[in-house]
């Protein structure tokens, strides 16, 4: 082994066979848990040191901040590691605090100052703030470097004033969160307004695309993106500049992407021009000194309703790779040694997936013991589900000394869930944290400050002026802010410009123009600043000068003291992002701060109890884990139950929720449950009915059932009508049978009892679909 590749040696044979790839194509299947994050970091790391790649030469695709900072921290610890070795002989971590810092900064001087890693987002932002003005869409729309990136709130209210006010539109036939949700899929499958028509052209469909074009002016006249935009914009750029695609495509030679699995369409359009240099990646063979490596699994794809496509992954060896049989291939390489959970967690996860036809196969293998049984409990109800998870979490964190509050997650399908378990947590003092809710940018103290930061930098974002022009109150009323609006409009011309222009304003705002000409004055003061000033000290001058920070504390409320708080959080943000990033502009912290996630905040401290949906639980993972709801209907949803496709989604989901377990995984459901104000009856998941019933503990001999029964309150009329006799005898799993639409089959599950059967069967190609065989005609064979 040479000195240059001993730090390999810590990899495991599949780790290692990946790290070592070096040019050409690569799809690593990485099971959960089996390191994926160390193959990735090691990959960059070997690119350096073994090929001597130049670090600017190296593009690196996350899914979230967070990933990203960990993904940077670990790289440089790995390089200011073999430093310390080279230069003192010893670890790292033993050396003198001044020495591990001055051994780090050359780490970030030499090599990670100049990788390009972060999410699709953040990287195409940093693109654009380069080469936007060099773009104009289809319409001559154009934009300028100091753009803003408007949040889904400002993306919201923009569509509903199109909606409502400027088209006059029905809201309840064109409500505008849905129409909000049509472009936004419009754009993540790179369509123009004029596509969407095409595609849709009755009447909602043409009333959604003008909606559509009049969002993207208001956005040019803005000089604003969405968070779609951000993406489809450099792949619109990228076709349509030959010169602006070639510099890029030779600037990132070595490309890697976490979480394959979760990119749509317009994300991997963006990864084909940058790798290949075209839209098309088929045939593509000049990978001399080049490499597209991507790392994901299929069985942990759970966002297709953010339009992420996980058929992407599995045509990966068709577009890219050798096209050969997983035994033969050489661009696919699949991690399966689990790290993480002990082997009863990951026995039941195996057992689970299978039932999925839509993935690669891939089974995960444990290194640790086989650990305690999985329990699966059975309540009365939601609340003595939660009781009996929180009595479980007390009883834990008493008993074992290594355990604290930060060690539990408590995973369900949907937020309402919450509810009852957040009322036993306060009933017995256990501090708790609700992840995916009201994120820190989202709150109205932090939205003011930043709509002041946006509209220093960029005043052609009217949203922002408008938010902020008489906040805190200024004395400038609705009346002379319509006036200004309505004038802008009319002549065509930015809000700012009417601002700026004193004659204007005194004609216009009357006895409020002192007031109007102060604000203009204050943001030009800063503006003036903006390339001489690090963003705190703006930020300061902002929060003094504006009277935010002096109205929050005359109010002498709770509530302001809380808004106080949050504004001085704000600040510390601003001094932490400038110790941790060369770029200290106010341009370059706004744009971070657009880009964050509520997942890139989530508290590491191990002080709170986690509550969370399924979907934000990805990429995390605790000691101690409590699934619950796993109710048909609630966990699989009742719109899978139905839909093969959406079905498999659900199991994946759960495949997800059970691999974030370390030691301990607990399972409930209840026996009836209040929806929709009434108690309802619940049947147990079909999910439970897949798992293995020898490692599962449970409280009552039938809390794990060996048929799934829909209760008659949650059945169809069709179901419960008057049919023939057909006894749950007659059929039986395994059994073969011939549908006229589906062709041939065989049988996986049978549902209810008696006169009233479903079958689950499998169709080659189509996967499962849920039928009645007394409706739906199917003929059994030999």
């Keep these: 082994m040479t000195q240059t590749t001993e730090f390999l040696s810590h990899l495991n044979p599949s780790q290692r066979q990946a790290v070592e790839h070096y040019c050409g194509p690569l799809l690593v299947i990485a099971g959960a848990g089996s390191g994926k994050t160390r193959a990735l970091t090691y990959r960059i790391a070997n690119l350096v040191l073994t090929h001597r790649v130049d670090p600017e030469n190296i593009l690196a695709v996350t899914f979230t901040n967070k990933a990203a900072k960990e993904m940077k921290e670990r790289i440089e610890k790995l390089f200011a590691d073999r430093q310390a070795q080279t230069q003192y002989g010893k670890p790292l971590e033993l050396l003198a605090s001044h020495e591990q810092t001055r051994l780090k900064s050359h780490v970030y001087r030499t090599i990670t100052k100049d990788l390009w890693i972060g999410t699709f987002h ?90 559509y074009s009049m969002y993207q002016d208001a956005l040019a006249t803005n000089n604003a993106l969405d968070f779609d935009d951000l993406i489809l914009v450099p792949v619109q750029l990228l076709r349509q500049n030959e010169q602006v695609r070639a510099y890029w495509h030779q600037r990132f030679r070595h490309i890697l992407v976490d979480e394959y699995q979760d990119t749509n369409r317009t994300q991997y359009d963006l990864l084909c021009l940058l790798a290949t240099n075209r839209d098309s990646s088929r045939n593509f063979e000049d990978w001399q000194y080049r490499s597209i490596f991507v790392v994901g699994d299929a069985d942990q794809s759970i966002y297709s309703f953010r339009m992420a496509d996980f058929t992407i992954l599995m045509n990966f060896q068709q577009d890219f790779g050798d096209r050969l049989p997983d035994d033969d291939t050489r661009t696919m390489v699949k991690l399966e040694e689990n790290y993480r959970s002990t082997e009863n967690i990951l026995q039941l996860a195996n057992q689970l997936i299978e039932n999925n036809t839509e993935r690669i196969d891939k089974v995960l293998k ?104 008489n906040t805190p109150r200024r004395g400038i009323g609705k009346a002379t802010i319509d006036a200004l609006v309505k004038a802008s409009q009319e002549l065509g011309q930015p809000l700012w410009e009417i601002l700026c222009d004193v004659t204007s304003v005194k004609t216009l705002a009357g006895r409020s123009a002192k007031s109007v000409l102060a604000f203009v004055d204050l943001i030009q003061r800063y503006r003036d600043q903006l390339d001489m000033v690090p963003a705190n000290e703006i930020v300061q001058g902002v929060l003094d000068d504006s009277g935010y920070v002096r109205d929050l504390k005359s109010q002498g409320t709770d509530e302001a003291d809380n808004r106080l708080q949050n504004v001085q959080e704000l600040y510390n943000g601003v001094l932490q992002f400038q110790e941790e990033n060369e770029d200290t ?9 657009s880009l964050a996630s509520d997942l890139d905040n989530l508290e590491t401290a191990q002080t709170k109890v986690s509550l969370m949906t399924l979907h934000s639980s990805k990429g995390l993972e605790f000691p101690v884990v409590f699934l619950v709801g796993l109710e048909q209907g609630l966990f699989p949803n009742h719109r899978s139950v139905d839909d093969a496709a959406a079905l498999e989604e659900e199991r994946r989901l759960c495949y997800v929720g059970i691999t974030r377990a370390q030691e301990r995984l607990f399972i409930s459901y209840a026996r009836e449950r209040r929806l929709y104000g009434s108690r309802e009856p619940a049947s147990p998941s079909l999910f439970l009915t897949e798992l293995p019933r020898d490692l599962l503990e449970t409280n009552t001999v039938t809390a794990i059932p060996t048929r799934w029964t829909t209760p008659i309150a949650q059945r169809r009329p069709s179901e419960i009508s008057s049919l023939p006799n057909t006894h749950e005898n007659d059929w039986s799993v395994g059994d073969r049978v011939v549908h006229k639409a589906y062709g041939a089959g065989q049988v996986t599950h049978i549902f209810g009892a008696g006169n009233k059967i479903c079958l689950a069967v499998k169709f080659p190609g189509l996967g499962q679909k849920i039928i009645d065989p007394k409706i739906t005609p199917v003929q059994r064979t030999e």
Excluded at 142 to 169: C, G, H, M, P, Y
Excluded at 409 to 415: E, G, P, Q, S
Aim: glycine share 4%; proline share 3%.
């Design 366 to 469: 444990p290194t640790r013991s086989s650990g305690e049984a999985i329990v699966c409990h059975r309540a009365d109800d939601e609340i003595a589900e939660a009781e009996f998870v929180v009595g479980q979490i007390r009883r834990m964190e008493s008993q074992f000394p290594e355990l604290h509050w930060g060690n539990f997650a408590i995973l369900y399908r949907t937020n309402a869930q919450s509810r009852a378990f957040e009322e036993s947590l306060v009933r017995l003092g256990i501090p708790y944290q609700i992840v995916g809710g009201l994120r820190f940018y989202d709150r109205k103290e932090i939205k003011d400050v930043l709509g002041y930061l946006r509209a220093i930098v960029n005043p052609a974002d009217t949203v922002s002026l408008l938010r902020v022009i």
């Design 122 to 211: 953040s990287l195409c932002s940093r693109i654009l703030r380069f080469d936007i003005e060099k773009f104009q869409d289809e319409h001559g729309r154009k934009w300028t470097r100091n753009f803003s990136i408007f949040d889904e709130s400002d993306a919201q209210s923009l569509i509903k004033d199109i909606v409502t006010n400027r088209l006059n539109l029905d809201d309840k036939k064109f409500d505008p969160r849905s129409v909000r949700y049509a472009i936004s899929n419009a754009k993540n499958q790179g369509l123009s307004p004029q596509d969407m028509e095409r595609e849709q052209p009755n009447y909602r469909g043409r009333v959604i695309s003008n909606v």
């Design 585 to 593: 502009s106010l341009v370059a912290f706004l744009a971070n701060a």
